[in-house]
């Protein structure tokens, strides 16, 4: 065999220069049968040999050689070291010129050599891109819809191109959509569907093309494919019940394709996935939360959808997975109503419904994504709610498990919401009994160190917080506000030049509020902070500067 490719690799390349055909097509079959036989021997003694920078002149002549010359670049560069060698010698320019022709089996062999030579290769991918592949492929994949081989073809090489950033706009421009809906709605065969679900996930992460999708009537496939597999215990019909819900919930993360989706709340398409939320399947469960999830992005949605009783039926799930619940329904029916609880007038009517309720009773959870939208939808309902903030903020088993969180050092996210939904407990209710509970479940030092976050916003809630401590109960926090440093932590809020202008008034406000306290007063004086109060009357924001004034009045009439 060896012998048989030295001679034809030698054959090939003085019968290439002359352009004898017969004599090439003879070498060419000896070539893929070595190959055949042994592919990284055979490889070798190609590159070897020279005989690749000889393949351009070859490609370029397209003839009855073309297909072989292009299946054996296919077999050569299934080799990774053989790729490099396959870009230097030019073979990329003429391999993309062949998917112009019209021959399935050169168009074939070329997708398949253009396919290995770029295999995990990121840049080299690119360059195809740029170099026009992707309108050229999607045309094929119309006119060659019945051809097997060359649809799988085009699929795997939209599978790998689509993971590219670069390749969605030029997808966009094309009829890619509606090329990809047409075949997956003819498609029976689960691995066929399969591979179009692979093209269809990343193409979707792209909003141009979401809207294209749901234009082209891919929803109406989903739902075909949701309701042909929901009640299937068979292993392959699961997991295309899931990626087609998953792939619902995606093209709803587009405003365009979601709006045009949920039609005013009148969809067919919305009222389809609702019913997804009530049904025994956890999958469904979880597609239908978060798809409402997904419609309630804008207040106008979220309005309608607390008004037509979507809130009970999310309870009703939640309620079904409070013990051994399945966590990431819980989640995301936890952000469901989070979303839902944002617009001012849904939140007396989410409280009246009972939300809060459910919603305590996942405090046990051990799972930080869902105590990270556990806090957060509490946070949501209780803004501007005082009467919900009073009740909440006095419930100490919440303050506790708050106050546990807020220690929660692996988990920011859950660390974060903690804090501001303890300043948020005090904020709305300007309680003196959310005061008290706070203080006594140990809180008062974690706002203190909040009033430190790198988040102004999260400063500011804090710093309010603690105003609003030291205005209903200063006798009460003292000891918290001693042992915690706090007129140290405002010293530095003052004197730090990166402070936003409200932190300056807010801390303050605050050094008022504490000059009622003897120890705190003394620790006011020994900082000197009546020299930095007075270094402020001439901040460039009037506010601070008018603060400073009073608030150095203070500091001289109490020294």
């Excluded at 989706?261 to 996935?273: A, C, I, P, T």
């Excluded at 996942?362 to 939208?373: H, N, R």
């Excluded at 300007?430 to 102004?456: C, F, N, P």
């Amino acid at each position: 065999m060896a012998d048989n490719l030295s001679e034809a690799l030698k054959t090939l390349k003085l019968t290439s220069a002359d352009g004898a055909s017969d004599s090439i097509e003879g070498c060419l079959d000896c070539l893929l049968k070595a190959l055949a036989h042994n592919n990284v021997e055979a490889s070798g003694k190609i590159q070897e040999m020279g005989v690749l920078p000889m393949m351009p002149a070859l490609l370029s002549a397209q003839n009855s050689c073309t297909p072989k010359v292009a299946n054996i670049i296919a077999e050569v560069a299934k080799n990774e070291f053989m790729r490099s060698p396959c870009v230097e010698a030019g073979l990329i320019p003429p391999l993309v010129q062949l998917l112009n022709c019209k021959d399935e089996e050169i168009l074939l062999q070329t997708g398949r050599a253009l396919g290995n030579i770029c295999y995990d290769s990121h840049s080299l991918q690119a360059q195809l891109i740029s170099m026009g592949v992707i309108p050229t492929l999607v045309k094929l994949l119309d006119i060659h819809s019945q051809n097997t081989a060359l649809t799988e073809m085009c699929l795997i090489a939209f599978g790998n191109l689509a993971e590219l950033e670069s390749s969605k706009e030029q997808f966009a421009s094309t009829k890619v959509a509606e090329v990809l809906v047409r075949m997956f709605s003819k498609q029976v065969e689960h691995e066929k569907k399969e591979m179009i679900f692979e093209v269809l996930a990343p193409l979707a992460e792209n909003d141009v093309i979401k809207l294209q999708l749901v234009e082209a009537g891919l929803v109406e496939c989903l739902l075909d494919v949701v309701a042909q597999t929901v009640d299937s215990d068979r292993e392959e019909d699961v997991a295309q019940l899931k990626t087609a819900s998953d792939l619902m919930v995606l093209l709803l993360l587009g405003d365009e394709s979601m709006q045009k989706l949920f039609e005013g709340g009148k969809g067919s398409v919305f009222h389809r996935v609702l019913s997804w939320v009530p049904s025994n399947n956890h999958q469904l469960q979880l597609a239908g939360a978060l798809a409402i999830a997904n419609f309630a992005r804008n207040d106008g949605n979220c309005i309608h959808m607390v008004d037509t009783g979507i809130v009970q039926k999310l309870l009703e799930l939640l309620d079904r997975h409070v013990e051994e619940g399945n966590v990431t329904v819980q989640h995301a029916a936890l952000s469901a109503l989070r979303n839902l609880a944002i617009p001012v007038v849904n939140k007396s009517k989410m409280l009246l419904a009972g939300v809060s309720d459910v919603v305590l009773k996942f405090l046990k959870s051990e799972m930080p994504p869902v105590q990270f939208k556990l806090l957060g939808t509490l946070r949501m309902l209780i803004d501007t709610q005082a009467d919900a903030a009073e009740q909440l903020g006095t419930n100490s088993k919440l303050v506790e498990r708050l106050v546990e969180w807020c220690e929660a050092k692996d988990h920011a996210g859950v660390m974060g919401e903690s804090n501001r939904l303890l300043s948020a407990l005090i904020r709305h209710s300007k309680s003196k009994d959310v005061v008290r509970t706070v203080i006594q479940g140990g809180g008062v030092k974690h706002l203190i160190t909040m009033a430190m976050s790198e988040h102004m916003i999260m400063q500011n809630e804090a710093l309010v917080a603690l105003g609003l401590i030291a205005a209903l109960d200063l006798d009460c926090a003292e000891k918290d506000f001693v042992g915690s440093s706090l007129v140290q932590v405002l010293h530095k809020l003052l004197t730090d030049e990166r402070s936003a202008p409200e932190i300056k008034y807010n801390s303050m406000i605050l050094i008022c509020s504490i000059m009622g306290s003897e120890p705190l007063h003394t620790e006011v004086q020994s900082l000197a902070f009546i020299d930095v109060v007075s270094s402020l009357r001439s901040h460039e924001n009037k506010t601070v500067a008018h603060q400073a004034s009073l608030t150095e009045q203070r500091l001289t009439a109490q020294s």
